[in-house]
């Protein structure tokens, strides 16, 4: 969950907002020293985040219709980044033995509100780190959701940036985004899980939190695509980090630590030592409202609610977040555990806070300094390795030595969490049927990110790129309806694309992807070699900085050669300069496939290259018409 400041600030608002952020931390330190945060008691909550669909399981953005009509009966729903995203917050609970089922079951409530008041707007749930049919088109500002604070923030975090927001992230394929907003940052959707600790045990347990952040979350990966790319595991660690990075060329060059972060050092002193950090690592982005001084509220009694400086915590996104909050009018501290993904389901959700609640109590009272048995850089370099490869991540673990994380939570971890959820006292049923899911899914090394890496190899080539992504995302919307937790669903197939009108309706859904390209001054007998040994009859010509310069057609080629021949066979070689169109008719991605059609006949071409934002993206031929007529004249005879 991103929180956002309450309004723009002038310099001079941020220098009067900055000197109530660190009042609020003298605040907070006195708080401290003189025991007024809440201790011995164990509370656990959670951050639901969403997608909103539509029929063709693409985003839909109904996100203000959908707060409209949830309103009326629920406070539990706020907004999210994207118009296309929603957030169901689930109520803090004390540790207690029906503690993880009753989470399921208030988690199993607020989907049903969701999913009816979706489908009241002509929209659907899904339940996923990253929408499988996102596409960049999605990530625009007409798709932000109706909230100045969110453009202010964009703004804002746009003119630090210098520039515009590149992602790269390599994984089975490789994917080079370059893009003009923050919007990037709406691909992710998590299931955020908050932990209680008292002010005396925060340094021990929120280092114990990074400890276990790793094998968690080789357990839990489930965002292994991003716009039809196959990345990490848990490809949101990658982009979260590049979507929100700010730092200009210069803080670039000296390292400077990125806001998204998973910290550089084990926490030594307390909450106050990350508190500091930030407020000195990390420039205000924008201020906001507070309720009047926190130390004049101290002073009179009363419990501050330090809203400077938790709308500027709000801004610093650590893997694992200290919270400050008030619960029943006493304030407390929270760690809130922002690694893991949504989804696949509500019981695998409840499942991974489970193993993660488990480790962190038993480790809570085995280690009382984690320190003396593990090097940060271990932990850190566990959490990057599981979310690159999931359960196949080798892990430095206590002592040094060298597991495989699949191994580690069989052998060692998932026992801990057994011991841990029984230390607390939670029901040996409610505590076994959740570890032992984990358990089988580990066994069978079918995580979420694995289950859809595992349908789209088994699709292979059949059917468009779109297609597959539109049956994963449908598959993965019947098995969540079903129940059953993602090692035991069945592999996505072509054939749970409901309706196959919707595959064909843009251009960049149909077009060709993987380019034969040729440059200008290339030789023309490479440009009839390739055409004779791909079997094409276009092949687009791009320059050195990947721009669509012209368009090389079997026929010109043909024409030219034949006239070159009859005139004078000893010329100097041709080059591909010489015979291309040079100013070819394109298309974009989101044009419709009507529409190219038509731009097809009254030109009386049989290729248009995919331009997107002066990029060369694709390519849609006479013969992607053709298959997506065959196609839909298949699905049409069947049915009947």
Same mark, same amino acid.
């Given at each position: 969950?991103?929180?956002?400041?309450?309004?723009?600030?002038?310099?001079?608002?941020? *220098? @009067?907002?900055?000197?109530?952020?660190?009042?609020?931390?003298?605040?907070?330190? *006195?708080?401290?020293?003189?025991?007024?945060?809440?201790?011995?008691?164990?509370?656990?909550?959670?951050?639901?985040?969403?997608?909103?669909?539509?029929?063709?399981?693409?985003?839909?953005?109904?996100?203000?219709?959908?707060?409209?009509?949830?309103?009326?009966?629920?406070?539990?729903?706020?907004?999210?980044?994207?118009?296309?995203?929603?957030?169901?917050?689930?109520?803090?609970?004390?540790?207690?033995?029906?503690?993880?089922?009753?989470?399921?079951?208030?988690?199993?409530?607020?989907?049903?509100?969701?999913?009816?008041?979706?489908?009241?707007?002509?929209?659907?749930?899904?339940?996923?780190?990253?929408?499988? @049919?996102?596409?960049?088109?999605?990530?625009?500002?007409?798709?932000?959701?109706?909230?100045?604070?969110?453009?202010?923030?964009?703004?804002?975090?746009?003119?630090?940036?210098?520039?515009?927001?590149?992602?790269?992230?390599?994984?089975?394929?490789?994917?080079?985004?370059?893009?003009?907003?923050?919007?990037?940052?709406?691909?992710? @959707?998590?299931?955020?899980? +908050?932990?209680?600790?008292?002010?005396?045990?925060?340094?021990?347990?929120?280092? !114990?939190?990074?400890?276990?952040?790793?094998?968690?979350?080789?357990?839990?990966?489930?965002?292994?695509?991003?716009?039809? +790319? *196959?990345?990490?595991?848990?490809?949101?660690?990658?982009?979260?980090?590049?979507?929100?990075?700010?730092?200009?060329?210069?803080?670039?060059?000296?390292?400077?630590?990125?806001?998204?972060?998973?910290?550089?050092?084990?926490?030594?002193?307390?909450?106050?030592?990350?508190?500091?950090?930030?407020?000195?690592?990390?420039?205000?982005?924008?201020?906001?409202?507070?309720?009047?001084?926190?130390?004049?509220?101290?002073?009179?009694?009363?419990?501050?609610?330090?809203?400077?400086?938790?709308?500027?915590?709000?801004?610093?996104?650590?893997?694992?977040?200290?919270?400050?909050?008030?619960?029943?009018?006493?304030?407390?501290?929270?760690?809130?555990?922002?690694?893991?993904?949504?989804?696949?389901?509500?019981?695998?959700?409840?499942?991974?806070?489970?193993?993660?609640?488990?480790?962190?109590?038993?480790?809570?009272?085995?280690?009382?300094?984690?320190?003396?048995?593990?090097?940060?850089?271990?932990?850190?370099?566990?959490?990057?390795?599981?979310?690159?490869?999931?359960?196949?991540?080798?892990?430095?673990?206590?002592?040094?030595?060298?597991?495989?994380?699949?191994?580690?939570?069989?052998?060692?971890?998932?026992?801990?969490?057994?011991?841990?959820?029984?230390?607390?006292?939670?029901?040996?049923?409610?505590?076994?049927?959740?570890? #032992?899911?984990?358990?089988?899914?580990?066994?069978?090394?079918?995580?979420?990110?694995?289950?859809?890496?595992?349908?789209?190899?088994?699709?292979?080539?059949? &059917?468009?790129?779109?297609? *597959?992504?539109?049956? !994963?995302?449908?598959?993965?919307?019947?098995?969540?309806?079903?129940?059953?937790?993602? +090692?035991?669903?069945?592999?996505?197939?072509?054939?749970?694309?409901?309706?196959?009108?919707?595959?064909?309706? @843009?251009?960049?859904?149909?077009?060709?992807?993987?380019?034969?390209?040729?440059?200008?001054?290339?030789?023309? #007998?490479?440009?009839?070699?390739?055409?004779?040994?791909? +079997?094409?009859?276009?092949?687009?010509?791009?320059?050195?900085?990947?721009?669509?310069?012209?368009?090389?057609?079997?026929?010109?080629?043909?024409?030219?050669?034949?006239?070159?021949?009859?005139?004078?066979?000893?010329?100097?070689?041709?080059?591909?300069?010489?015979?291309?169109?040079?100013?070819?008719?394109?298309?974009?991605? &989101?044009?419709?496939?009507?529409?190219?059609?038509?731009?097809?006949?009254?030109?009386?071409?049989?290729?248009?290259?995919?331009?997107?934002?002066?990029?060369?993206?694709?390519?849609?031929?006479?013969?992607?018409?053709?298959?997506?007529?065959?196609?839909?004249?298949?699905?049409?005879?069947?049915?009947?």
């Amino acid at each position: 969950m991103v929180h956002h400041p309450a309004s723009a600030s002038g310099a001079t608002e941020l *220098r @009067t907002f900055m000197q109530s952020v660190l009042e609020d931390i003298r605040v907070l330190e *006195r708080m401290i020293d003189e025991g007024m945060i809440e201790r011995d008691v164990r509370r656990i909550g959670a951050e639901q985040e969403l997608f909103l669909v539509d029929e063709a399981w693409r985003p839909i953005p109904i996100q203000s219709a959908m707060l409209d009509r949830l309103g009326k009966t629920s406070s539990s729903f706020t907004p999210e980044l994207a118009s296309f995203n929603i957030e169901a917050n689930l109520q803090p609970q004390v540790l207690s033995p029906t503690c993880l089922t009753d989470m399921h079951a208030e988690l199993d409530g607020l989907m049903r509100q969701a999913r009816s008041a979706a489908q009241a707007e002509g929209g659907q749930i899904l339940n996923c780190g990253i929408l499988p @049919t996102l596409a960049q088109s999605d990530l625009s500002l007409a798709n932000m959701a109706e909230n100045a604070r969110y453009r202010q923030l964009n703004q804002v975090m746009s003119d630090r940036r210098g520039g515009r927001f590149e992602s790269l992230i390599k994984g089975l394929d490789e994917l080079r985004v370059v893009h003009d907003n923050v919007m990037m940052e709406a691909c992710n @959707t998590s299931f955020q899980v +908050h932990f209680q600790v008292g002010a005396e045990e925060f340094a021990n347990l929120y280092n !114990l939190a990074q400890l276990v952040t790793g094998p968690v979350l080789a357990a839990a990966v489930n965002s292994p695509v991003l716009l039809q +790319h *196959r990345l990490w595991h848990e490809t949101r660690v990658a982009l979260f980090a590049q979507s929100l990075d700010i730092r200009n060329a210069s803080q670039m060059a000296r390292n400077t630590r990125q806001r998204v972060t998973f910290g550089d050092r084990w926490v030594e002193g307390g909450v106050l030592d990350i508190f500091r950090e930030d407020v000195s690592r990390f420039r205000l982005l924008l201020g906001g409202d507070t309720r009047g001084s926190s130390m004049e509220a101290l002073e009179r009694g009363e419990v501050p609610t330090l809203d400077a400086l938790r709308l500027h915590n709000g801004t610093v996104y650590r893997w694992n977040r200290p919270c400050y909050g008030i619960s029943d009018g006493k304030p407390h501290l929270r760690i809130e555990n922002r690694v893991l993904p949504a989804g696949p389901t509500v019981e695998d959700q409840i499942a991974n806070t489970a193993f993660y609640l488990g480790l962190m109590i038993a480790f809570g009272e085995e280690l009382d300094d984690v320190r003396r048995v593990m090097e940060f850089d271990d932990a850190k370099g566990n959490f990057m390795a599981a979310a690159r490869y999931g359960l196949s991540a080798e892990l430095r673990w206590l002592g040094g030595q060298r597991v495989s994380a699949r191994d580690l939570i069989l052998s060692d971890l998932l026992p801990r969490a057994r011991e841990g959820l029984a230390f607390k006292g939670i029901e040996r049923g409610s505590a076994d049927r959740y570890l #032992d899911l984990i358990e089988e899914r580990v066994s069978s090394g079918r995580t979420g990110a694995q289950w859809a890496l595992d349908s789209l190899a088994r699709m292979g080539t059949r &059917g468009t790129l779109d297609e *597959r992504h539109r049956a !994963l995302a449908s598959a993965t919307y019947a098995r969540q309806t079903a129940g059953l937790p993602v +090692h035991k669903w069945a592999l996505a197939d072509l054939d749970e694309i409901s309706d196959w009108r919707h595959s064909f309706r @843009t251009v960049g859904q149909i077009m060709s992807r993987d380019l034969f390209t040729l440059h200008p001054e290339d030789v023309i #007998d490479l440009a009839a070699s390739l055409m004779d040994w791909e +079997h094409i009859r276009y092949v687009p010509v791009e320059d050195d900085q990947g721009s669509l310069v012209g368009l090389l057609t079997q026929r010109g080629l043909l024409r030219k050669l034949s006239v070159r021949k009859e005139s004078d066979g000893s010329a100097d070689p041709l080059s591909v300069q010489d015979v291309m169109v040079t100013s070819p008719v394109t298309v974009s991605p &989101g044009d419709t496939t009507i529409a190219a059609i038509e731009i097809m006949r009254e030109h009386r071409i049989g290729c248009l290259p995919v331009v997107d934002s002066g990029r060369l993206v694709g390519i849609v031929t006479e013969h992607d018409f053709v298959d997506a007529a065959a196609n839909l004249l298949e699905e049409t005879l069947r049915a009947r």
